[in-house]
Protein backbone atom coordinates (compact mmCIF):
# COMPACT_ATOMS: atom_id res chain seq x y z
CA UNK A 1 0.00 0.00 0.00
CA UNK A 2 1.46 3.42 -0.70
CA UNK A 3 0.34 6.26 1.47
CA UNK A 4 0.56 9.89 1.82
CA UNK A 5 0.63 12.56 4.38
CA UNK A 6 -2.40 13.99 2.13
CA UNK A 7 -4.56 11.88 1.59
CA UNK A 8 -5.49 7.97 2.35
CA UNK A 9 -3.36 4.60 1.28
CA UNK A 10 -4.46 3.57 -1.93
CA UNK A 11 -4.59 -0.08 -2.94
CA UNK A 12 -1.97 -1.47 -5.44
CA UNK A 13 -3.76 -2.88 -8.47
CA UNK A 14 -1.80 -6.52 -7.54
CA UNK A 15 -3.54 -6.64 -4.25
CA UNK A 16 -7.11 -6.35 -5.52
CA UNK A 17 -8.68 -9.66 -4.98
CA UNK A 18 -10.72 -11.43 -7.82
CA UNK A 19 -14.51 -10.89 -6.81
CA UNK A 20 -16.06 -14.35 -6.61
CA UNK A 21 -19.51 -14.44 -8.79
CA UNK A 22 -22.25 -15.19 -7.24
CA UNK A 23 -25.18 -18.40 -7.51
CA UNK A 24 -26.85 -16.02 -9.38
CA UNK A 25 -24.01 -15.07 -12.17
CA UNK A 26 -23.18 -18.59 -12.23
CA UNK A 27 -26.52 -20.07 -13.27
CA UNK A 28 -27.52 -17.08 -15.69
CA UNK A 29 -23.43 -18.22 -17.15
CA UNK A 30 -24.77 -21.71 -17.59
CA UNK A 31 -28.05 -20.65 -18.69
CA UNK A 32 -25.89 -18.87 -21.32
CA UNK A 33 -23.61 -21.18 -22.33
CA UNK A 34 -26.21 -23.87 -22.73
CA UNK A 35 -28.50 -21.57 -24.74
CA UNK A 36 -31.37 -22.50 -22.41
CA UNK A 37 -32.00 -19.24 -21.61
CA UNK A 38 -33.02 -18.40 -25.24
CA UNK A 39 -35.70 -21.13 -24.76
CA UNK A 40 -36.54 -19.73 -21.66
CA UNK A 41 -37.62 -16.88 -23.23
CA UNK A 42 -38.88 -17.86 -26.63
CA UNK A 43 -41.53 -20.04 -24.01
CA UNK A 44 -42.31 -16.89 -22.15
CA UNK A 45 -43.25 -14.87 -25.28
CA UNK A 46 -45.32 -17.75 -26.33
CA UNK A 47 -47.07 -18.23 -23.31
CA UNK A 48 -47.75 -14.50 -22.77
CA UNK A 49 -49.32 -14.08 -26.04
CA UNK A 50 -51.11 -17.17 -25.67
CA UNK A 51 -52.50 -15.94 -22.55
CA UNK A 52 -53.27 -12.50 -23.77
CA UNK A 53 -50.79 -10.67 -21.93
CA UNK A 54 -49.20 -8.97 -24.58
CA UNK A 55 -52.06 -7.56 -25.78
CA UNK A 56 -53.25 -6.17 -22.64
CA UNK A 57 -50.10 -4.21 -22.10
CA UNK A 58 -50.07 -2.86 -26.17
CA UNK A 59 -53.53 -1.25 -24.77
CA UNK A 60 -52.19 0.33 -21.78
CA UNK A 61 -50.01 1.81 -23.91
CA UNK A 62 -52.02 3.31 -26.65
CA UNK A 63 -54.43 4.00 -23.60
CA UNK A 64 -51.31 5.85 -21.78
CA UNK A 65 -50.22 7.35 -25.12
CA UNK A 66 -53.95 8.94 -26.27
CA UNK A 67 -53.96 10.21 -23.17
CA UNK A 68 -50.95 11.85 -22.71
CA UNK A 69 -51.03 12.88 -26.24
CA UNK A 70 -49.27 11.03 -28.93
CA UNK A 71 -46.49 13.49 -29.04
CA UNK A 72 -45.98 13.75 -26.08
CA UNK A 73 -44.97 10.12 -24.92
CA UNK A 74 -41.64 8.72 -24.73
CA UNK A 75 -40.25 5.06 -24.89
CA UNK A 76 -39.48 6.09 -20.86
CA UNK A 77 -42.54 7.39 -20.02
CA UNK A 78 -44.13 4.01 -21.07
CA UNK A 79 -41.24 1.79 -19.87
CA UNK A 80 -42.11 3.82 -16.31
CA UNK A 81 -45.53 3.16 -16.15
CA UNK A 82 -45.85 0.02 -18.03
CA UNK A 83 -43.53 -2.63 -15.81
CA UNK A 84 -44.80 -2.65 -12.84
CA UNK A 85 -48.16 -3.30 -13.81
CA UNK A 86 -46.63 -5.80 -16.75
CA UNK A 87 -44.38 -7.38 -14.17
CA UNK A 88 -48.05 -7.57 -11.82
CA UNK A 89 -50.40 -9.25 -14.44
CA UNK A 90 -48.12 -12.23 -15.32
CA UNK A 91 -50.13 -15.10 -14.51
CA UNK A 92 -48.87 -17.79 -12.33
CA UNK A 93 -49.23 -20.58 -14.26
CA UNK A 94 -46.58 -18.64 -16.69
CA UNK A 95 -44.51 -18.40 -13.65
CA UNK A 96 -44.67 -21.44 -12.48
CA UNK A 97 -43.94 -22.96 -15.19
CA UNK A 98 -40.95 -21.24 -16.01
CA UNK A 99 -39.74 -21.59 -12.82
CA UNK A 100 -40.10 -25.58 -13.04
CA UNK A 101 -37.98 -25.69 -16.72
CA UNK A 102 -35.20 -23.43 -14.41
CA UNK A 103 -35.72 -25.89 -11.67
CA UNK A 104 -35.21 -28.94 -14.26
CA UNK A 105 -32.24 -27.29 -15.42
CA UNK A 106 -30.46 -27.11 -12.40
CA UNK A 107 -31.33 -30.24 -11.39
CA UNK A 108 -30.19 -31.42 -14.51
CA UNK A 109 -26.78 -29.45 -14.51
CA UNK A 110 -26.04 -30.04 -11.20
CA UNK A 111 -25.28 -26.56 -9.73
Request: hydrophobic share 40%; glycine share 4%.
Given at each position: MRSS???PP?????EEPEKEPTLQ?????????????????E????????????????????AYARKKGRNNVTVDD??????PKGRASVPDS????LLQRIRSFLTSAAI
Open positions: INRTPDVDEIINIKLIESGEKEKLMLLRERLIECGWRDEMKAICRLVHVVTVKAE
